[in-house]
T-cell receptor, first 113, second 113 residues
Framework: GENVEQHPSTLSVQEGDSAVIKCTYSDSASNYFPWYKQELGKRPQLIIDIRSNVGEKKDQRIAVTLNKTAKHFSLHITETQPEDSAVYFCAAPNTGTASKLTFGTGTRLQVTL | SQTIHQWPATLVQPVGSPLSLECTVEGTSNPNLYWYRQAAGRGLQLLFYSVGIGQISSEVPQNLSASRPQDRQFILSSKKLLLSDSGFYLC????????????FGNGTRLTVT
């Protein structure tokens, strides 16, 4: 099955700075990589995803990059704001009949004023 | 648009009592359905997934079971709860397409006392 490692486990940045979270995966056949944001006590919500036919995808202040050769992908948040504070999870699919995702262990991002 | 309903939002149950959590999806047909558990401050662990009525796959051996009596209904059960069953339980759905994103319900916070 897929193995996903996520770093760092905690990240503190000042408002306005950039934040980068990195994930590696083990299954070279994986071709879909979503990122989820989970605010305290709430459900994880999909914020951006990327498929292996592109190397980068951007949505306003959020971008994801993918390096299939090295089997890693990263989430980039620019101009961070206090409302970006949350736990972020990366994920990669297991091979199989359903869209089973293996999640990383999460990164707690704290944006300080 | 699709919506996912999960209830109850919170639950406090004594050790040894039964459990039934319910999840329903609206606005889509034949979804894949999932139950995840999240221990406090931890990542997301896949418990069960289903690709159709009556089809349940278990990801980890445990004190829980799942059923899918209708296309858009997914139930998580236990005959006798353990202290270790405490956690945040999340139902999710995805399309049958390979590598479709997961959409989570609001979750049930279960405390076993």
């Amino acid at each position: 099955g897929e193995n996903v490692e996520q770093h760092p486990s905690t990240l503190s940045v000042q408002e306005g700075d950039s934040a980068v979270i990195k994930c590696t995966y083990s299954d070279s056949a994986s071709n879909y990589f979503p990122w989820y944001k989970q605010e305290l006590g709430k459900r994880p919500q999909l914020i951006i995803d990327i498929r292996s036919n592109v190397g980068e995808k951007k949505d306003q202040r959020i971008a994801v990059t993918l390096n299939k050769t090295a089997k890693h992908f990263s989430l980039h948040i620019t101009e961070t704001q206090p409302e970006d504070s949350a736990v972020y999870f990366c994920a990669a699919p297991n091979t199989g009949t359903a869209s089973k995702l293996t999640f990383g262990t999460g990164t707690r991002l704290q944006v300080t004023l | 648009s699709q919506t996912i309903h999960q209830w109850p939002a919170t639950l406090v149950q004594p050790v040894g009592s039964p459990l039934s959590l319910e999840c329903t999806v609206e606005g889509t047909s034949n979804p894949n359905l999932y139950w995840y558990r999240q221990a406090a401050g931890r990542g997301l662990q896949l418990l069960f997934y289903s690709v159709g009525i009556g089809q349940i796959s278990s990801e980890v051996p445990q004190n829980l079971s799942a059923s899918r009596p209708q296309d858009r209904q997914f139930i998580l059960s236990s005959k006798k709860l353990l202290l270790s069953d405490s956690g945040f339980y999340l139902c999710a759905w995805s399309r049958q397409d390979y590598n479709s994103p997961l959409h989570f319900g609001n979750g049930t916070r279960l405390t076993v006392t």
